[in-house]
């Protein structure tokens, strides 16, 4: 049997009495075929699906993905006429105004919901297999390793594959129940937004509300922003408020920087940055004193943006600032409204994160340095890389000597990529404060984790890292993706299309500093372009900072610069 007749075998399941998307689009025909569309999909078992996948997977480890890609692809095309037959239905219902409308929208969530829970399950199981299958110690790798790393390379594209195109179903239901002439479809949408709906669900709702605009639209908003019980949600929110005036929206934003949850207070400071929110100034200050770590870096950023000081973090001095300066802050604000500065919008999904105005050199007050970028980070991940070409000599480039970690480390004699880094590692983990928590994961063909959690930053914890950094060894290849995965599952954001509900606990690492000195090359994702829309992703509710430090062949990548800057951090090189 061909290998595409195979896969169509085991998944079109429900391409039999579809309608085309065209025959959906009119309004009596769509309630006729609401129930074909929206049959529940019932995806085969796993282990059939894999039954019938292994023999077509590629051989050879993850290494030039577009393979992988097209296999994910072909397991979803049978899929593609349901989901575009769906949200033609949404669309065609969406022009009516009844009773009998609204409730089949209702019943489309129901179904989306339904179906949501099994792929997000499975995703996370494969994403689970996948890292299970990865040996820690950078020997070779089983065939039985490499096989279920190449399945579920397939299958983790696959389910979120299937998990996007039913946000996308629900967007185009919220869309159509925005457009309902009475306007009882804005009234339904509060409810899936402010919470009476699968989390998943909620999501695009709130989204799509954000494209959907209008006053009805803003007020959801505005009450998920503050009100919602999950805390990645009320940031969804405050995100696509995003899409109003910022005169409209100014007040949610300042009143978010008060939230419980770290990342939406996060999103609130970046957005007040990147707005320029001016007339923020004064609740910014008032909350610097009450942050620590890198969230009290954040709002000294955002407050260098707005008045043009930097006092790095130090509270009094911020706070005698506005005692000399509130007026003149207040006037400031007052001219940028009058000048129509805040008569426009920043666009939705537009400011997860807020890229830190550049520094050069190491700076007071900051919690340690590496490779010359500082942080009041008091919860770090360092990714290194230790690939074969790292004991290549490093270039005339090198980092700043001076500055929090100095201590007992001095420059090595030997200029080594791999003695370099081991110099600068030793330099920041000496610095670190005792209240702090960090970990280091060092990568090549594989990863290696120095410890499986956030370790706090005793004396004795500072040793044993010590004495790993000194064992470190060049060896292998360049697998930057599973390695920054990794670093995602250590600090407790999940992965993308998963939903963790109820009460959140705050993540254990918010800092992320990532050292290449070559292309990526191994692992389940090796294009680029293909890793930043993946930890865009993964890092929409997580607010990790990556900082990005290319080296030798990296530095000048565009790929390391657009990696920091995605995701609110500083990107140095050295050549």
Request: net charge neutral.
């Given at each position: ?315 009094d001095l911020w706070r005698k600032w506005w005692k ?177 509900t109820g009460k959140k606990q705050e993540l254990a ?67």
């Open positions: 049997m061909r290998a595409s007749t195979a896969i169509a075998t085991v998944l079109l399941l429900l391409s039999a009495g579809i309608a085309s998307p065209q025959e959906a689009m009119d309004p009596a025909a769509a309630k006729q075929k609401f129930k074909a569309a929206f049959k529940p999909v019932a995806l085969p078992p796993a282990a059939q699906i894999e039954k019938t996948l292994t023999p077509l997977l590629p051989a050879g480890i993850v290494v030039e993905p577009r393979p992988f890609d097209e296999l994910a692809q072909r397991l979803l095309d049978p899929w593609e006429p349901v989901f575009a037959q769906r949200c033609a239905v949404m669309r065609a219902i969406g022009k009516e105004s009844t009773a009998a409308s609204g409730a089949l929208f209702k019943e489309a969530f129901k179904v989306a919901a339904f179906e949501n829970r099994d792929w997000s399950q499975r995703a996370a199981q494969a994403e689970k297999a996948y890292a299970g299958a990865y040996d820690k110690e950078f020997t070779e790798s089983t065939e039985e390793q490499k096989r279920v790393r190449k399945l579920a390379a397939v299958l983790i594209p696959f389910y979120q594959g299937l998990l996007a195109r039913n946000e996308g179903v629900a967007a185009a239901a919220a869309d159509g129940l925005a457009e309902m002439k009475d306007g009882a479809g804005s009234d339904w949408l509060a409810g899936p937004a402010a919470g009476d709906s699968d989390p998943g669900l909620r999501r695009a709702v709130i989204r799509a509300l954000g494209r959907v605009g209008g006053d009805k639209a803003l007020e959801t908003l505005r009450k998920s922003a503050k009100g919602d019980g999950e805390p990645w949600l009320r940031a969804e929110a405050l995100n696509s408020l995003m899409a109003w005036k910022l005169k409209d929206v100014k007040a949610a934003v300042i009143e978010a920087l008060g939230d419980p949850a770290w990342e939406v207070r996060a999103l609130a400071v970046a957005i007040c940055g990147r707005g320029r929110l001016v007339e923020a100034a004064g609740a910014l200050i008032e909350r610097i004193g009450k942050e620590d770590g890198r969230l009290r870096q954040d709002i000294d950023d955002a407050l260098y943006v707005l008045v043009e000081v930097k006092y790095y973090g130090d509270a000399d300066n509130q007026a003149g802050a207040e006037e400031k604000s007052r001219k940028l409204a009058e000048a129509g500065e805040y008569d426009r919008a920043l666009g939705a999904d537009s400011v997860a994160r807020f890229s830190t105005p550049p520094e050069k050199g190491e700076h007071k007050g900051a919690t340690f340095s590496f490779y010359g970028i500082s942080t009041l980070s008091k919860k770090i991940i360092f990714v290194i890389d230790i690939s074969k070409s790292m004991e290549n000599a490093a270039g005339e480039g090198m980092p700043e000597t001076t500055g929090p970690g100095a201590g007992p480390w001095t420059k090595p004699s030997e200029s080594t990529k791999i003695c370099i880094a081991k110099w600068q590692l030793h330099r920041a983990v000496h610095a670190l404060p005792r209240d702090a928590a960090f970990n280091i994961i060092v990568y090549s063909e594989s990863f290696k984790v120095w410890q499986e959690g956030m370790t706090p930053a005793t004396p004795r914890n500072v040793g044993l890292a010590h004495e790993f950094i000194e064992s470190l060894r060049p060896n292998g290849t360049t697998n930057i993706f599973d390695s920054l995965v990794k670093a995602f599952e250590i600090a407790g954001a999940g992965p993308p299309g998963t939903v963790v690492a918010d800092t992320v500093f990532l050292l290449s000195d070559g292309q990526p090359n191994r692992g389940r994702v090796t294009d680029s372009d293909g890793i930043c829309r993946e930890v865009a992703a993964r890092n929409r509710s997580a607010g990790l900072v990556i900082h990005t430090i290319g080296i030798g062949e990296a530095a000048g990548l565009p790929f390391m610069r657009k990696l920091a800057e995605d995701n609110g951090g500083r990107y140095a090189e050295f050549r």
